[in-house]
């Protein structure tokens, strides 16, 4: 018998296996969904602090200098965090993301929060977001630029699994954090 007839069986077996895999993948990914959102339901939001209260009801005396500064410390913190985590041979972009949780109410709002409130108050927030998803839409255009198709037809396997995983994962992970 020669060993053309026995490629199909295993082609078969593998993409049986690959759908077990998605569906298994997708039906834990509903369950662990489920799950969070029954438990988020009994969750009470927290009161919010004095300071955000005061600075949301302040009315904001220059916005465009207040989103300009936003601007420059945000930028200057992710280029500089960003330039320390390529001396040290890591991803540039770990220590930007550090940057904007180290700018957030996470580290700066705990330890100074009139500080963060001044840096980056309440009144420019959608300012800010209008900026951030226009600076998103040009990075995607130019990570488009740069894709190499060919490659990913050629591991087409490993290109789904890794697109759909980096589709669950930060669903889940955003449900529970929510």
Do not use: C
Not at 86 to 107: D, F
Not at 108 to 121: C, H, I, K, M
């Amino acid at each position: 018998m020669p060993s053309s007839d026995r490629a199909p069986v295993f082609s078969v077996s593998k993409r049986r296996k690959t759908l077990l895999g998605y569906a298994l993948m997708l039906l834990l990914t509903l369950g662990a969904f489920l799950w969070i959102r029954a438990e988020g339901e009994t969750l009470k939001a927290p009161p919010l602090g004095d300071v955000a209260v005061a600075v949301a009801r302040r009315p904001s005396e220059n916005v465009l200098l207040h989103v300009l500064l936003s601007l420059v410390v945000v930028i200057i913190a992710s280029r500089a965090l960003g330039g320390l985590f390529k001396r040290v041979r890591q991803p540039p972009v770990i220590g930007e993301v550090l940057a904007g949780i180290l700018l957030g109410p996470s580290l700066l709002g705990r330890v100074a929060p009139e500080v963060q409130a001044f840096l980056l108050p309440v009144a420019i927030a959608p300012y800010l977001a209008v900026i951030a998803q226009v600076g998103i839409i040009l990075f995607m255009f130019l990570v488009g630029l740069e894709l190499d198709t060919s490659l990913l037809s050629k591991r087409s396997h490993v290109t789904l699994a890794i697109s759909h995983s980096s589709i669950v994962v930060p669903f889940v992970l955003g449900s529970a954090l929510a």
